[in-house]
């Protein structure tokens, strides 16, 4: 059986990862791995800009690399982490019969085509739970707490000891109501952090989450209505796809507390940019904790960059030393399954 790894050359990630995972690959007895580069980044102007647009687009708009292409045919199974994986690129993997992607996301792959294709395309869910569970509650004390700009006010002299917010979201995570928007893996953990860890209250609006489930984790399901009129803090947690863009937007923003603080560490397709604008501007809500943009590094003349009721963090959630472990390990359990022909847990639907 033969593995092809695709590549990004200007990121080391897939490469580093896999090959240093080789050693465990005995759960597939005789799997031969090869690796290839795909030059679809180094084709672009701003490199930076190739993982926005996939996730916006998806992968069809590359041009598949020829030395991709040449090597397709002879893979039974494909890795990648964020190289686009297109409806050509699939045909010609005639051996192809699974994809595997090493990270959370599949929005570079075309899972349409692989589904007509009769090839199951694999992902590694909720492999960054824990640590963007982490970044998210800090990032609502910090917002809360007016850490970050505490400390920008004493490292220009300034003393203020009384916080510029004299609302009732400048409190304890305690004495608040939390609504999480998603209650998937990462929403799970937000939530155990908060309840376990702080006592706060936590509310949650899920389509695909049972309120019973919900309620076994000490959390309440409410219509989302009810958690936007109601929450001090709202977070989000939705994958972004079609019909999730721009789910947050002016209506939604409107029913929020004055007192509420948006917090985004999804997606930034999730939210309607101009609404959340009009919302921090307008004082309709008291602020936010972005960690993700609509372009990516932020434009210096960005107007959240001159607000004072933002904290800002750039697109690094999920960005921890325990990335590679978490991945394989999930990556370990799925090929272990496959390799015995048991149902496969993290295909993507």
Not at 138 to 153: F, P, Q, S, V, W
Not at 183 to 190: D, E, K, P, Q
Not at 193 to 222: H, Q, W
Request: hydrophobic letters at 40%; glycine letters at 6%.
């Amino acid at each position: 059986m033969k593995g092809l790894v695709i590549c990004d050359p200007l990121s080391k990630f897939t490469q580093e990862a896999v090959k240093a995972f080789e050693q465990k690959f005995d759960v597939l007895p005789g799997l031969e791995l090869e690796y290839v580069n795909d030059t679809n980044h180094m084709r672009m102007e701003n490199p930076k800009e190739y993982n926005l647009k996939m996730e916006k687009e998806g992968p069809e708009w590359i041009t598949p690399d020829p030395e991709v292409m040449s090597k397709l045919p002879e893979a039974d199974i494909l890795f990648t982490s964020f190289c686009g994986v297109t409806e050509a690129m699939l045909k010609a993997g005639k051996n192809l019969k699974l994809v595997f992607m090493l990270r959370s996301g599949w929005e570079n792959c075309n899972v349409e085509a692989a589904k007509k294709l009769g090839i199951p395309v694999c992902n590694c869910p909720s492999r960054l739970a824990e640590p963007v569970a982490d970044l998210t509650v800090a990032m609502m004390i910090a917002e809360c707490r007016g850490i970050l700009r505490g400390n920008r006010d004493i490292l220009q002299g300034k003393w203020i000891q009384n916080d510029i917010y004299t609302d009732s979201t400048n409190a304890a995570l305690c004495s608040l109501r939390i609504g999480l928007y998603g209650y998937g893996g990462v929403g799970r953990a937000i939530a155990k952090r908060l309840i376990n860890g702080f006592g706060a209250e936590v509310v949650a609006y899920d389509e695909y989450c049972t309120p019973e489930s919900m309620a076994a984790d000490g959390v309440k399901f409410v219509p989302l209505e009810e958690l936007l009129r109601t929450s001090d803090i709202v977070s989000i947690h939705l994958r972004l796809v079609e019909a999730t863009k721009n789910i947050i937007g002016k209506k939604e923003f409107d029913m929020m507390k004055p007192t509420a603080i948006f917090v985004n560490t999804a997606r930034a397709g999730l939210v309607d940019q101009d609404a959340l604008l009009d919302a921090l501007q307008s004082k309709k809500i008291r602020g936010a904790c972005l960690d993700v943009f609509w372009e990516e590094p932020v434009p210096m003349d960005s107007p959240f960059l001159k607000m004072d009721n933002v904290t800002l963090t750039p697109h690094r959630a999920g960005v921890t030393t325990d990335i590679v472990p978490n991945t394989l390990n999930l990556m370990a359990q799925e090929l272990a399954r496959f390799a015995k022909g048991e149902e496969l847990k993290f295909v993507v639907k």
